[in-house]
């Protein structure tokens, strides 16, 4: 364990040295990421305020769900970007220990975004989800606290989980409240919008060039009405051809595209390894180029048949009840991410997963076409 932990620290010191692989580097003759953010002709930290928190994020923030080293998130930090989004959940449970380590030092100058468990709905549930990650985080304080995986907004108004966040809140153990979605995005939206006590000051939502144009409608209306808005999901799946990595130009359009909308504070990429922090950074002051349009153009055309929107549309249609939209999320994390752990997990927490495996034929329809009954039988025989 020594061992690896030097080899890590090494690791990272050699990356911090390596500086910027390519062009940029060589262009602008920078020896670290540090320097490559910070001089002055390099390309600089771009900030939004984040709704009425007042925070100012940078673009480029790091989504921490699949990343296994604290050093890589460090790198990102060092680097400039200042905030992290983590859950109790990720990488069974230790991503917040490794986001705690990777802020150790530099706590004041980064900020954390976590959840709360999905199935947490209660006073007493809310508040020990929030104890263990301050401990997991080494922290006295969360700066955004999430109520994860909203697919209505009736879960945001269940009275004994407001009572349970304004209380962490006056306690100071969490600065802003927040919620996720996957589904039904746009109505979880609006839900939050409408609310006339204001009480959440932001939203985590699915947003790529894939999504349907309510989604980017109801982000607008969030923007407006004082709402953050951090973008998940932006690569539409991350899918790949046969075992190629997903190539740092898609990767690229795809962050670029979400962010030339101004209603989008920031964008929290799954950055897995210090190569793709190194890929991402300059990304915060580039433009959308034709080319970028042409690659997300291609890309979305391959993927049209398979890839869930999560609209939840289909879901009325399955008489068993089944949640279609988490079935496909799961085969997503499998197909796309090349996460098999994290896929079985979303799948076994789908309600209704199994009844597929008896039911004579799908009756189910995606109004975008996706063979619901195909890709029901291709997670049967992933992950049952």
Known sequence: ???????????????????????????????????????????????????????????????????????????????????????????????????????????????????????????????????????????????????????????????EVREAYADLRKQGKVRFLGVTTHTNQAEVIDGIINDPEKFFDTVLVGYNAKSDPSVKQAIARAKAAGIGVVAMKIQMGGYRKENEPLSPEQAAAAFKWVTRDENVACAIPGMKTLDQVRQMLPLMSANFTGKDRRILKEYAQAIDGYFCRLCAQCEPTCPNGVRISVVNRALMYAEGYREYALAKATFRGAPGARRCSTCAGCVARCVNGIDIGGKMRQAERLFA
């Open 1 to 159: 364990m020594k061992r690896r932990a030097e080899s890590c620290s090494m690791n990272r010191r050699a990356f911090l040295k390596a500086g910027m692989a390519g062009a940029a580097a060589a262009s602008l003759g920078i020896g670290s990421l540090e320097g490559l953010l910070h001089a002055e002709s390099g390309p600089q930290p771009v900030y939004r305020t984040l709704g009425r928190t007042g925070l100012k994020v940078t673009t480029l923030s790091f989504g921490a769900m699949l990343t296994p080293e604290y050093e890589v998130i460090r790198a990102g930090l060092d680097a400039g970007i200042n905030y992290v989004d983590t859950a109790r959940r990720y990488l069974n449970g230790r991503s917040e220990s490794i986001v705690g380590r990777a802020v150790r030092g530099i706590r004041d100058k980064v900020y954390i975004a976590t959840k709360t468990k999905p199935g947490s709905n209660t006073r007493e549930a809310i508040i020990a989800d929030v104890e263990t990650s301050l401990r997991g985080l080494a922290t006295d304080y969360i700066d955004v606290i999430q109520l994860h995986n909203l697919e209505n907004p009736q879960r945001a108004f269940i009275p």
